[in-house]
């Protein structure tokens, strides 16, 4: 039930439930034009709560009622009241078994909330309020059960019938039908409830626990995609084994399950011992699997398995709260990726989103504390700030207590609140209980919103030899939140001497055993630190490592930006010495006379990058990427995006002018041999390569052009076949282009995953992307509006990432990403809500673009019907 005018829900009014579920028995009947679900809960009024006379309230949603039974006696019709988004039963007693029939129509729901039909196959998402469009519950997150389902369907169709816990019960019944029973022992919240029915393959293997349990891993997957499962389970085993090595985490089911769904609103949902994944973020081989993607779908995997402890065994009380398990889980996800591959790479790559995405979002419209305040709709929430900016306050936690009492902290939070639902504070508490620090200023990191900026400035004493730090921290103003406290930030430096040798930061004179790298503790708005002993003015090596989610703002010489890039030990902050001399380049260039020149000392750092073979080739991977449009628009203010991206493109093309024949060297140098492996020194080597001739491509070279070519013709596995098409797409040879394109769909049009990225390649191609391009794409036999991978991959890719042909100046781009999203909004409102998000940033342009951009919010603003989704976030990002 959608209505017009949607209420905002606030922390401040949370109250305990009313009434506690003790068991729930279902009962599915799927068939082919609907399914019934009979539900019997165990219920009785919550000791805690002083509504001691409250009527039994459940949440409901698209629901058809066909009967409700209290103690096994069907309730007449005035006994109760069908609201539609709420079953009201006025008269209970303290304890009582009470029944609802319900019956939904899986087929019709486009929604993907609640139980759908994907590809033919039944399946779940209850995350965040899915469960009561199954059947009449209290649906929130500190209403924990034990689960019993029982599945009925038809045995052809429906081989296989899953749900969440152990199978203790299967039979034929009539009709050609059968049924499976599954009896969770956990109690669990109904956002963690699954199921799953259809024609599935099954792969199977098993892990021996640390205490020496066999554990039953099964995947399950469409015949078609049977051979693209090994990956996952190995992300799986290793996974499991770390969480007990890291954390003490050992699995608790007989049976953990992976499903692969097309169909599917998110990246992946940790259902108690059955997690659903979109197909596009489980399944991989070498031939239709990118390096990204087997990076990608090892961390997932990783991220909703650790969910069993980290979400599902300690859960949220409410879900203002969300980030206690995302932002929690994504820290330790984020740990196990840095592990088992290269952990400066794998910071990069986390810090690239944070900087670029969810600063983006800290400063615009639907700014938000990590635990908020309020929401519209939680599906609105499930943003960069609960995920990553919560992961990196969980990150500080770790840097201010150190790995063992950070582990303390977390194995006390795991014991005292085992089968609980609790709240962010809670977490920090078992932290604090645990080390003995005070973190109470720290909790301002959850309360807060907006990013911090730490103004640095410095000065050195030739003649007493003291360096002196001044550090002054403010944090803006973000919707309903202004004047804030400081915080408390953890911050990491070093020092260089001329030499580029590490100095001993004494924070006492004299003291001659003082560490080359410190993490200093920022609690008041300006700090001073003096460092001793300092013989000449030294380069400082600011915020290592990434310490905390703030930006940085110092002077930088670009002198001082090389002598990093070169010197610094912190491989992350030689890097960002990398990233910060390339945007002051690029951004010295926008708008400026075509013929201006480009500083030839960043042709020089490159051409290093490019040659030195004793370099991390991996970091060198990462150092020869310039920062996106996307980072350099976030710096910006009142943005002209087209001009931006001549500015870079102009660099782009200098560079790879200037650096051929180095860039050859390094393609012909890269060359693998042997078979395919996924390892960081091949996934490096390829990027390599591939950077090469993208950049060879983009001013039109020859050489890489039928280097492209037979790339692409040869390639034995997917990273370096799209590696070569995306050069082909982006280039100035538009035969070669269109020719791969054909090519390449032809190979690979039954294979929906590899059909999503040749979508997205040409939809985020500023020569293959245009408008006119991309209405052609959705009228491709291949697109689904059903589907949200197709439309991320084509209208998600366009407006995220095609951003000079998004942001062309007549407004067509704006116009038409406000077309998609009200035609989505009926459909699958979720979606249609995270497409609206490059228009929400609206004031981050230039005028005559921040116009336009408006007025397609307007438009959508003035829809009728819209949804809920949509109506926070527009509503929101035009508000003053
Ligand atoms: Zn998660």
Not at 310 to 321: A, E, I, P
Request: proline share 5%.
């Amino acid at each position: 039930m959608r209505t017009s005018q949607p209420q905002t829900i606030y922390l401040s009014d949370y109250k305990v439930p009313a009434y506690l579920v003790d068991t729930v028995d279902l009962r599915f009947e799927l068939f082919e034009d609907g399914a019934r679900v009979h539900s019997t809960l165990e219920l009785r009024r919550n000791p805690e709560s002083d509504e001691t006379a409250a009527p039994l309230e459940l949440d409901g949603d698209s629901l058809t009622l066909e009967s409700v039974a209290l103690n096994g006696a069907e309730l007449a019709a005035g006994d109760y009241e069908d609201r539609g988004d709420q079953l009201v039963v006025r008269s209970v007693p303290e304890q009582f078994t009470l029944t609802v029939v319900t019956w939904i129509e899986p087929q019709n729901n486009t929604r993907l909330e609640g139980l759908y039909k994907s590809s033919g196959m039944f399946c779940t998402q209850c995350e965040a309020e899915g469960f009561r469009c199954i059947t009449f519950f209290p649906d929130r997150p500190d209403v924990m059960a034990r689960f019993r389902t029982r599945i009925e369907a038809n045995k052809d169709a429906y081989p296989v019938l899953l749900s969440n816990g152990n199978d203790v019960e299967k039979g034929e019944l009539e009709n050609g039908r059968h049924f499976v029973t599954w009896e969770d022992p956990f109690p669990k919240p109904c956002y963690l409830f699954a199921l799953v029915a259809g024609d599935l393959v099954e792969k199977r293997d098993t892990f021996s626990t640390c205490s020496g349990r066999d554990i039953d891993l099964r995947m399950y997957v469409e015949p078609r995609n049977a051979e693209k499962c090994d990956h996952a389970m190995d992300s799986l085993k290793r996974s499991m084994r770390w969480d007990e090595e890291v954390y003490g985490r050992e699995y608790d089911l007989d049976i953990f399950m992976i499903v692969a769904v097309d169909d599917f609103n998110m990246g992946a949902m940790e259902n108690k011992g059955l997690n659903i994944f979109n197909s596009s973020c489980v399944l991989a081989s070498q031939e239709t699997a990118t390096d990204l993607a087997f990076q990608r779908i090892e961390a997932i995997v990783a991220h909703e398995y650790f969910h069993n402890w980290s979400g599902n065994r300690v859960t949220c009380r409410d879900w203002f709260q969300l980030s206690l398990k995302e932002g929690f889980t994504v820290f330790r996800d984020s740990q196990f990726s840095a592990d088992m591959g290269s952990p400066t790479v794998k910071r990069i790559e986390d810090v690239t989103l944070l900087r670029t995405a969810q600063f983006a979002e800290d400063g615009g419209p639907m700014s938000h504390p990590v635990r908020p305040a309020s929401y519209m709709e939680i599906s609105n929430f499930y943003t960069l700030t609960i995920y990553e900016k919560g992961a990196e306050v969980v990150r500080m936690i770790h840097t201010l207590l150190g790995p063992d009492m950070f582990r303390k902290g977390s194995d006390l939070y795991f014991e005292r609140h085992d089968g609980q639902a609790v709240t962010t504070d809670d977490f920090v508490k078992a932290m604090e209980d645990a080390s003995g620090r005070d973190l109470s200023q720290f909790r301002l990191w959850y309360e807060q919103a907006g990013t911090p900026v730490l103004a640095i400035s410095d000065d050195f004493d030739a003649e007493t030899g003291v360096y002196r730090l001044t550090i002054e921290q403010s944090i803006p103003d973000t919707p309903g939140q202004t004047n804030k406290k400081p915080q408390h930030i953890p911050f990491a430096l070093g020092l260089l001497g001329q030499d580029g040798q590490p100095l001993p930061l004494q924070l006492e004179s004299g003291d001659s055993g003082a560490p080359t790298e410190r993490v200093l503790e920022l609690t008041e708005a300006v700090h001073t630190f003096e460092f001793h002993g300092v013989e000449s003015r030294p380069v400082p090596s600011l915020l290592r490592h990434f310490s905390a989610p703030v930006r940085v703002r110092y002077n930088w010489t670009r002198e001082q930006l090389l002598f990093l890039m070169s010197h610094d030990p912190d491989g992350f902050n030689r890097w960002d010495a990398g990233q910060r001399l390339a945007v002051d380049v690029i951004q010295s260039l926008v708008n400026a006379p075509d013929d201006a020149e480009i500083d030839p000392r960043l042709v020089e750092a490159y051409r290093k990058l490019i040659s030195d073979a004793d370099l991390d080739q991996a970091l060198v991977a990462k150092m020869l990427q310039l920062p996106s449009e996307a980072y350099l628009i976030e710096l910006t203010d009142k943005a002209d995006v087209p001009a931006i991206h001549r500015a870079r493109e102009a660099v782009l093309r200098h560079l790879a002018g200037a650096l051929k024949g180095e860039l050859l060297g390094c393609y012909q140098r890269h060359q693998g041999s042997g078979p395919y492996e996924v390892t960081p020194e091949a996934i490096a080597r390829r990027s390599l390569r591939n950077t090469a001739l993208a950049w060879l491509l983009m001013i039109d070279d020859e050489e890489g052009r039928s280097l492209a070519v037979s790339q692409l013709n040869a390639a034995d596995n997917m990273t370096d076949r799209m590696g070569a098409l995306r050069a082909l797409v982006n280039s100035g040879f538009e035969s070669d282009r269109q020719e791969a394109l054909d090519d390449f769909y032809n190979r690979f049009q039954d294979d929906p995953q590899v059909v999503e990225q040749w979508f997205s390649v040409q939809a985020a191609s500023d020569q293959a992307g245009q408008l006119s391009d991309i209405h052609k794409l959705l009228e491709h036999p291949a697109f689904d509006w059903k589907n949200p991978n197709k439309i991320r991959s084509v209208v998600g890719a366009f407006a995220g990432q095609n951003l000079a042909a998004f942001h062309n100046p007549d407004g067509s781009g704006y116009q038409f990403l406000a077309d998609q999203v009200c035609r989505l909004d009926d459909s699958n409102p979720q979606i249609a809500a995270r497409l609206v998000t490059p228009l929400t940033r609206w004031r981050k342009f230039a005028p005559s673009y921040s116009d336009r951009m408006k007025s397609a919010l307007e438009r959508i603003r003035d829809k009728a019907g819209l949804s809920r989704d949509v109506y926070e976030v527009v509503h929101k990002s035009l508000a003053d």
